[in-house]
Each structure stands twice: as C-alpha cells, then as structure tokens.
C-alpha cells in the first residue's frame, strides 16, 4: 500500500512515555507526524478495508493509522465514537466520580483540539456503557485522543461507505411479500391444524412439547421489531389456540434519521419483515387459525426494533442495538437474548453492551452470518464472534454436514440448525408473514439463531431454577458431536427432546 503519511523525526526531542494501560512502560520516540491536508477517498478506504479483511480475516479501526481514521471520521459526518475509561472500563451502572473524571477528561481533549465550548460540541452519550459520540474535525483530536490513558478505542462509527455500491440485503432479510407454502413443508397440530415448521421435527421439538412449552421464560429479541399488521404477534392473538398466560411487549431504539445526533426515535413496528420472522420463529402461538406455530409457543416475548435491516452499517443501528442490549439486560425476568443480525467486523459500543447484558447472567445468541451481496466468503460474522454470545448457524438436511447455501461457518460456530433442503434450497421453514392470515419462507443462520434462542427457552421453561451455564452445557450435552467440537459446526445440530428430558 502506498505511502499515506512521512513521518518527520525531531532528533532533539527523545523523550520516555508511558504507553501501557496495563502499568508497563517503554521508551518510544517523540515524532512529530506531517499528514496531508485531504482525507483519503472512499474508495481507497474501503480497498485497504476489504484487502484487510481478505488477509486477516478482520478490521479492526485500532489498528488503523490517524489518517485514515481521520478519513473515514470526515466520510461520516464527523462522528467519532469514543470507549473512554481504563482498560476493562466497559460499562458503568453506578456513575462514580473516576469514571466520569476520565469522561471529562477525554472530553477535554476534544474541547481543546476542536476549539469549540462545551455547549456548542455536539455530544451524545450512553447511559450505562463507557460511550460518547462527538464530532471531530481536526485530525489533531484523534492524535491527541489516542495518546490519552483513557482512551480504550477510537471508531468512526459514521462511516457506512463499505460495501453500499452493492444492494445490502441477505436471503434472510426484508420481506413482506406473502408466500405460498408447499404442504410437505409443514405438518398440522391442535388447535385446527396449527402448522409446525419441517424443520422442528429434525431437532425433535414436538416430541419436547409434551414435556415444554417455554412457559415462564422471557425472551429478547433484537432485531427489525414485530410487525403492527401481524396480530398472532401483537397482544390482541399472542394469547390464542393454546397459547396462553403469556405477553408479548414491543419497544423501540432505532432513531431514523440522516444526522447521528438525532434523537428522532423510529417506534417499535417492523418495516423489514426479518424481525417479525424471527419473532415468528421462536414464540408464534400455537394457534386455531391454521398458521406457523412458534418452538416455545408458551414463552414470553420482548421485541426491540433496534435496526432497519439485518446489516449493522448504519450508526443509528449500532446505538439502537447496544441500547436494546443495555434495557434487557437490565430486565431480571429476560434470561435469552437473541440476535439475527451483525457485521463483519467488531463494533465497539455493541462490544460493551454486550458485555454488560452477559454481566447479568443472560444467554445470548448471535446468527453466524448469512451472505450479503458482499459478505459472502466472510466467516463467522460479529457479534457472534465474541465470546461472550452463543454462535448459531444452518445446514441442510442431507446426510452430511453441510452449511445452508447462503450461511457461515467456522470455529467460531457453537450450533447449528436444520433449516434447508439438500440440493433444495427453497426448502425453508415457513413463519407467519408481515400481515395476518400470510406466511412466507425464511431462512439463513438468521432462522437457525431464532430457532436455537426457542429451544433454549424450553429447556429453562423445564428447569427454571437453572443458571445459563447449566441451560448452555444441556444444549452442549444434547448435541451431535458433543463432547467434541467440529472445526466448522461447533456441536452440531441439537436434539430438542434430549435437552429438556
């Protein structure tokens, strides 16, 4: 890669700085860095990211210079996203007096180098994890900030560029269109013929049903939001057929809006259609309207519409998922997270949310990926990359194991789920669609996450004094290749009626 940047060496001016947040030291040159005056073009910025990534199988913005972070900050809109606090500083739930002495100290800097009073920076801040959001325009802000002790990382969460010249939407994504439905995809139960999913009975869920229903487990969903059109989904039919006792609760943290300061809040209806299939997949009613049945049709749903598609791109979506992980973590009754959706690579303030919801004892599980028109040959994408989530993606239903057409696999896998026909690739679970009386096809590691978050609910449901390790090592112990670990499907496909039994 050409030569961004000469740096001008003052051999006067050697001096000892201390570099480590870990209490290590060394020495380091004290070098004066000449930058140019224009940012590099978007184009060139995404050439460096894609041909890191194809390298390494990762981007990670710490890693990057101060130009082209600079670069990417003024393709944005200016926004830089900061994670302030000493190391391990993810999130704070009691604002103590170092923890906002070291916010106000980065804030500072910021003040400082951009030359503007306090009142007129714009600014936003997140409640619980260790975030602010300013805007930047002086390339010696971010030079100054990443010299800072409190500084954990520097990301120009603005910055949507990469991968737009191409439609941005996966095979699992927004829909609203109803489908038709191939008989042989579905068999029927009381209530008058509900329908359950092929797909169940590969993992044994109905035969789990005379044993668990998922009542009294609460389940988030983060995703696109429930659909206002879809009753069996709303609280006037989430209580029908069967179902029973149960509630169904819809919120929304996804701010639409062309400007990252906004606090423009979009409202907790679908207008993707991803979020009401997942919904569908893991908690539809078991039903006397002949539709799709849920796999913990018993089971309590939180809906967040948290983003505008199943791409995290987009700033307005990282905040509303990180603010949707900051809410239920903080419900004692949600025990499972699950989240159909990600990026390709690691996104710091969903990186701290995260953490924090898994301070709070939650399970969380995140879809593996299902290929965009520009994801595809990426691996496991994030956040199901992190350790913290549970890593799910889908296979076909052939003799072998092999990944679904469209889905990611790899070492990063814990799961996988049967949800497509071998050499049939429109073989897919069918779920309620985005209006009453349609269903439709879904599919991707998207429906296999949903359907893996629905058979964790039925093994707590069971078990409900269980701790999340416990709920965890049961879906382990019922799994193909357990005690063993495949390279590339984790455990394999989970047997629903051993987890619960």
Not at 251 to 278: E, R, V
Not at 350 to 371: E, N, Q, R
Request: net charge negative; proline share 3%; hydrophobic share 35%.
């Amino acid at each position: 890669m050409r030569r961004l940047y000469v740096k001008v060496i003052l051999l006067l001016a050697i001096t000892v700085v201390s570099c480590s947040k870990e209490d290590a030291t060394f020495q380091e040159e004290d070098i004066q860095q000449v930058f140019p005056e224009n940012p590099l073009t978007i184009e060139e910025i995404n050439a460096t990211i894609n041909a890191t990534i194809t390298n390494t199988g990762d981007f990670d913005w710490n890693a990057a210079d101060t130009h082209f972070l600079w670069s990417a900050v003024k393709h944005g809109q200016n926004l830089l996203t900061i994670g302030y606090g000493s190391e391990g500083e993810y999130f704070s739930e009691i604002r103590t007096r170092d923890i906002e002495n070291k916010k106000e100290a980065v804030l500072n800097i910021v003040l400082e180098q951009e030359g503007v009073a306090k009142e007129d920076l714009k600014l936003v801040e997140h409640e619980i994890i260790n975030v602010v959001d300013v805007y930047v325009d002086n390339i010696n802000t971010i030079i100054a900030l990443k010299k800072s002790p409190y500084v954990r990382y520097l990301e120009p969460n603005g910055y949507n560029q990469f991968g737009m010249s191409a439609t941005a939407r996966s095979s699992s994504g927004c829909s609203k269109n109803g489908e038709s439905i191939n008989t042989s995809h579905y068999t029927t139960v009381s209530p008058n013929n509900a329908q359950v999913s092929w797909h169940f009975s590969e993992h044994n869920i109905p035969q789990a049903w005379n044993l668990s229903t998922g009542s009294g487990v609460t389940i988030g969903l983060i995703d696109t939001g429930v659909s206002q059109s879809q009753s069996l989904l709303n609280s006037s039919g989430f209580n029908d057929g069967v179902s029973n006792g149960r509630f169904v609760q819809k919120y929304g943290t996804f701010i639409d809006s062309a400007w990252w300061w906004s606090s423009n809040y979009d409202g907790p209806h679908d207008k993707c259609g991803h979020g009401t299939a997942m919904a569908s997949t893991m908690a539809a009613p078991r039903n006397d309207n002949g539709m799709p049945v849920g796999v913990a049709y018993n089971s309590n749903l939180v809906a967040y519409r948290a983003t505008e598609d199943v791409l995290l791109n987009d700033y307005h979506e990282r905040k509303g998922v990180s603010a949707a992980l900051t809410q239920l973590g903080n419900r004692s009754d949600v025990k499972i997270i699950s989240m159909s959706i990600g990026y390709v690579w690691s996104i710091g303030n969903i990186k701290d949310a995260v953490k924090y919801a898994y301070s709070k004892g939650k399970l969380i599980f995140a879809a593996g990926g299902t290929s965009t028109s520009f994801t595809n040959g990426f691996g496991v994408i994030f956040p199901a990359t992190m350790s913290e989530t549970v890593a799910v993606t889908g296979v076909d239903d052939g003799s072998n194991y092999e990944r679904c057409d469209t889905c990611h696999s790899g070492s990063k896998i814990d799961f996988t789920i049967i949800m497509e026909g071998d050499n049939n690739t429109s073989k897919a679970p069918p779920v309620l669609g985005f209006y009453n009386g349609e269903r439709r096809y879904t599919g991707g590691s998207s429906v296999a996450t949903a359907t893996t978050a629905g058979i964790a609910a039925l093994v707590w449901s069971r078990y409900p004094n269980w701790s999340r390790t416990q709920v965890l090592n049961r879906l382990k112990t019922s799994s193909d290749f357990y005690p063993n670990k495949n390279g590339s499907f984790g455990y394999g496909n989970i047997d629903a009626l051993q987890a619960v039994q």
